[in-house]
């Protein structure tokens, strides 16, 4: 199915023919600071991109859009209203001189030992978790840094896309410590319909290995009704409110029209992208660890708490980690408070201050290999920065 406008990509919806090549393109768009609004406008005849050269259709590629965007005049207006929320971005009655790459996903934390308040789950940063990705060695952007489940928007609901990530890109997978079945985990809200199976078609699909599961009984659930399959379990995750200076409210129309509203979403413009960054931020039970004092972490079963590993469901083969919330704050922090010249020493004597993860995974199934683990140097993406940012706001 060859793809050229947003009417393509309606109609791809429409028919479940999407397929992870063709994107949106933003081309007009208003950001009003006083009013914490970004609103998206579309329209059907609207031009797409394409990831690359080897897809059909005569849009431009994603690797286009961005290196004519990096270069374009409206980014320092763009990212004082987001950043400094000063002034106001309008481009709605006409289209923007060179189209935005949009893209949604999630920040995750582990609730492990977490306190429901009054104010709500109080989460304590040294038990929090949080797990990452790092990027693929050959990957076209950001090669080799650490990055969380995001991905370039294909249809007009923000939320639904952000979490689709996560379940796409994160396949949570482990045993409970009592020894039941090992099972997958897919941390999505109830609303999204047919998550289960098409977890498991995924993993088929991308030639996803999991090591406690046998690959005959992925293609035996896959088959059956998303009610039967008892192979993965959803876990809803709660949405973390940061103070409204802190978040935003995107509404996305379709010739005019809402086609979907989006509360407490952390907006990051990525200059180097050619990418404005949508994220959500949530946190779920993923460890099954309540009641330790400490993250339970038995080397013996390879597990943390119930989890064992984190495959990577796009089977890029990204390692995953799993670091405290508190050790990922102060490790931010150290790093920035370092000119060039401290940073060049770091980096040659960085055995001597290494950041201390949880655990470490293997690239492809995620398998954890180690735990207690220091590593010398976590490069992050933009919205890896931005998420340690805002941390210590979300606990």
Known sequence: LVMNTVEDLLLAERTQNLNDKYFLLCWRLSVEPKKSLITLRFQVKDQICKLDNSIPGDVPTVKEVRDNCQTAVFWERLEKAITEREGKFLALDRVLPVPLLISGGIFILDSVGGQITAEGMRLPATRTLVPLLEKDPASKTDAGRLTTPAGRMDILDLRQVCYMELCEEMIFYGVSPEGHQPKIYAVVPFELKDVKRRTLLRLLE????????????????????????????????????????????????????????????????????????????????????????????????????????????????????????????????????????????YLMESQHDAVELVAAGAPGNGRFESFGSKLPVLPLTTSVSELAKLLPLML
């Open 206 to 345: 991308k030639n996803v290995t999991i090591p406690v599961i046998n690959q005959e009984r992925i293609e035996k659930e896959s088959k059956l009704p998303e009610r039967d399959i008892s192979l993965v379990e959803i876990i809803p995750p709660s949405d973390i409110s940061l103070p409204r200076e802190h978040c935003w409210r995107v509404e996305i129309y379709l010739n005019g029209y809402c086609q979907s509203v989006c509360e407490n979403v952390i907006v990051i413009p990525d200059r180097r992208n050619g990418t404005l960054e949508f994220r959500l931020a949530c946190y779920a039970d993923i460890t099954g660890n309540p009641s330790a004092e400490a993250p339970f972490c038995n080397k013996g079963n390879k597990q943390v708490g119930r989890l064992m590993g984190i495959a990577d469901g796009d089977g890029f083969s990204r390692r995953p980690f799993l670091i405290s919330a508190k050790e990922f704050c102060r490790y931010y922090q150290r790093m920035q408070a370092r000119n060039q010249d401290e940073l060049l020493k």
